[in-house]
């Protein structure tokens, strides 16, 4: 959809209010559009990271991570850069790194560089924004944390790694299966990023729909280190996931931002947030949570610049550039992405339902003190009588105390009724 050649460049389109009939009919649009462009990469890339997951060596992990130096961060960003883990968490993954005997260069080079990419990001950022941005996206990333975990090594004392654990307690992947892929991907991974998946989406679509393509070209705001700086602003505290945050940035391309603010926005959003921050101080202390945030947001501003630079904004046509025609692939993937969102969705719901009613029985489990049981059929006969109030989902009698407890939200009425129709009293606790 490009340009006719010698056309005069057209005007950045207006922001400009749309009635709600209008909006819910654009906004329902971009957001399919959204998902027509996202679930083909997004469902390839789970199946990568679930191979790599299976069949990846338990063991090296130990062998070439231990020792401080290059070869140890160079070798946990290798590691890392491919592993489809969000920014928090990456955190007890990195600590797990540095328990099994990592050094701190290495865990720190691992902590900063995995949340900025996984496979499933890299192969979404090159459907969304091509491929030479998906490449340089992935370099940053590996330049990013090799520089992090070198200054740890350099500017940290010299110490012994953790006691690594006892091998008997030690946990056996055991024998690799082709259906642990799956299970993997979508019961663990798919699980672990599906709401920020729904909001990466959603906001992607909101933001096609209020902001015309190229209203952003321009504004002073918006590009530049001015602009880099405001991205790196909203970015450092707030959490969106690597795969989540591509259409974003998408959308915000083709409504004119730079692509330089963008990879700022890929960079530092994933790689860190409030809680993050927070979890790499009490884990590695202040030095090394000092480094790590200085490292992400000088970087990922150098990158955005030196790939502002590098790379014309011309290689920005392609972001954002929804599906004209879906084709069958697009749209049957999108319709498995529903329908495996749609699936973890209910099961989440499902499972907050049951922790409810569980937690509302445990509340409502009330102790009456009844006056007139004097015998083992005076206790069946306030049994029977209080199971049969509705609500009512466990009843025991403790004769020798004269008490009743009944579990349920029975109303306390009911069972006070119930009592006095059986023939007996409630001195204490309805």
Not at 98 to 117: D, H, N, V
Not at 196 to 210: D, E, F, K, N, P
Request: glycine share 10%; net charge positive; aromatic share 6%.
């Amino acid at each position: 959809m490009g340009r006719a050649s010698g056309a005069a460049p057209k005007e950045p389109m207006k922001l400009e209010a749309l009635d709600s009939a209008t909006f819910v009919a654009l906004f329902g649009q971009a957001t399919w559009n959204v998902l027509l462009e996202l679930a083909p990469s997004l469902l390839l890339g789970l199946l990568i990271a679930g191979l790599l997951h299976v069949y990846l060596p338990s063991d090296w992990v130990q062998k070439r991570l231990a020792r401080k130096g290059l070869r140890s961060v160079l070798s946990a960003v290798a590691l890392g850069v491919p592993l489809p883990l969000c920014s928090c968490g990456v955190v007890p993954a990195a600590i797990s790194l540095r328990q099994g005997g990592a050094s701190k260069g290495a865990a720190t080079g691992f902590l900063i560089s995995t949340p900025q990419t996984g496979v499933d990001s890299i192969v979404v950022s090159a459907s969304f924004l091509g491929l030479p941005f998906a490449i340089f996206k992935v370099i940053a990333a590996f330049v990013t944390g090799v520089v992090g975990g070198v200054l740890v090594d350099v500017t940290t004392p010299r110490d012994e790694p953790p006691e690594p654990p006892p091998t008997t307690c030690a946990a056996s992947r055991g024998r690799r299966r082709l259906s642990d892929v799956p299970r993997y991907a979508i019961g663990e991974l798919l699980a672990m990023i599906d709401i920020w998946i729904a909001v990466g989406v959603l906001v992607s679509a909101l933001i096609a729909t209020l902001i015309p393509p190229g209203a952003l070209a321009g504004q002073a705001w918006a590009s530049g280190i001015v602009g880099m700086l405001v991205v790196l602003a909203i970015s450092l505290p707030l959490y969106v996931c690597a795969t989540s945050s591509v259409p974003i940035a998408a959308s915000l391309i083709a409504a004119g931002m730079p692509m330089g603010s963008a990879l700022v926005f890929l960079m530092a959003g994933p790689a860190s947030n409030a809680a993050t921050m927070g979890a790499v101080y009490r884990g590695f202390g202040a030095r090394v949570a000092a480094i790590y945030i200085a490292v992400v947001a000088l970087l990922s501003m150098a990158f955005g610049l030196l790939f502002d630079f590098v790379l014309p904004q011309s290689a920005a046509t392609h972001a954002g550039h929804a599906h004209e025609h879906a084709t069958f692939l697009s749209t049957a993937s999108a319709l498995v992405l529903l329908g495996l969102l749609g699936t973890l969705y209910a099961r989440r719901i499902a499972t907050a339902l049951r922790r409810l009613r569980h937690q509302k029985g445990m509340a409502m489990e009330r102790t009456l003190e009844v006056q007139g049981m004097t015998c083992k059929n005076c206790a069946s006969h306030v049994e029977r009588a209080l199971r049969a109030v509705s609500g009512v989902q466990d009843v025991v009698v403790e004769l020798a105390q004269g008490a009743v407890k009944v579990k349920g939200d029975a109303e306390s009425s009911a069972l006070v009724a119930a009592i006095t129709a059986a023939g007996y009293s409630v001195v204490k606790g309805a």
